[in-house]
């Protein structure tokens, strides 16, 4: 019997191991994410969290344990079928495409969608014509929603750090995800960018109505805007809950600011 797609959840990961050698990185993680959730995933410098990304984006083959996106397993997969599933993510060090336009970095992202081969490419023909032209007027679309019209045909190289993040979470929509990953969005913003990314992040929920998981370390952003925060350390959970409650979680406390504080 098929599970409605309202009740299913986007993400489900059940029992995920990941050993490096003899380093356990992460250790029997669980989570489930449905339909339109933002939730954090928080922790200490080298408790996990990229890795777990790693791990759902298909960097990684988990060591035990099955993750499913929409009800699919992924086990085997390479990073451009998890991608195919509905899957995008931006990076803590940002990853763009410096030698290609902006425009250009929007439209190769949607290369898995194009829906024609070689051939096609090759004597241009209908198929190949009606397809780049979609592609082309959807991403100057995304561009005009997120203000980078002006930068079109720029560099990303030569835009500031702050316009960057905003072409790597625009590059990412484009692939029209069912989740969304963000690994650090905050990470070298200064404090006003650091609130347009909280107006941004909001916005990109409630109009693309995606499921939105994030790491991060600037609480503020994790506290303004995830309903339900994960807290792993050394690759374990240790506390799950809503943003009071990790708050005031003693486990918490004692991972970011030791034991003595307690």
């Known amino acids: 019997m098929s599970i409605p797609t309202e009740k299913r959840p986007v993400l489900e990961i059940r029992h995920l191991t990941q050993n490096f ?3 356990r990185a992460v250790s029997d993680f669980n989570i489930q994410l449905m339909p339109g959730e933002l939730s954090g995933l928080i922790g200490p410098n080298g408790a996990g969290k990229t890795t777990v990304f790693n791990l759902v984006s298909g960097f990684y ?3 035990e344990g099955a993750i499913l996106i929409d009800g699919v397993p992924t086990g085997g997969l390479k990073p451009h079928k998890v991608t195919a599933l509905g899957v995008a993510r931006t990076f803590q060090n940002i990853r763009l495409w410096n030698d290609m336009t902006v425009l250009d970095n929007i439209r190769v992202a949607q290369h898995y969608r194009l829906g024609y081969g070689f051939f096609h490419s090759a004597v241009r023909s209908r198929r190949y014509m009606q397809r780049e032209a979609e592609i082309a007027r959807e991403a100057a679309e995304l561009l005009d929603i997120f203000h ?8 990303p190289k030569n835009l500031p750090y702050g316009t960057q993040r905003k072409l790597e979470i625009a590059r990412a929509l484009s692939i029209h995800p069912k989740l969304l990953l963000l690994d650090e969005p905050a990470a070298g913003l200064n404090s006003a960018d650091i609130q347009e990314l909280i107006r941004l992040i909001r916005w990109i929920h409630e109009t693309f109505e995606v499921t939105i998981w994030m790491i991060e370390h600037q609480m503020d952003v994790i506290m303004q805007l995830c309903t339900r925060i994960k807290v792993i350390d050394f690759g374990e959970t240790i506390a799950e809950g809503n943003p009071e409650e990790i708050c005031n979680h003693p486990a918490v406390i004692t991972a970011y600011l030791g034991d003595d504080t307690i």
């Open 148 to 155: 980078l019209t002006p930068y079109t045909h720029e560099f």
């Open 61 to 63: 083959q988990p060591s």
């Open 21 to 23: 050698g003899g380093l």
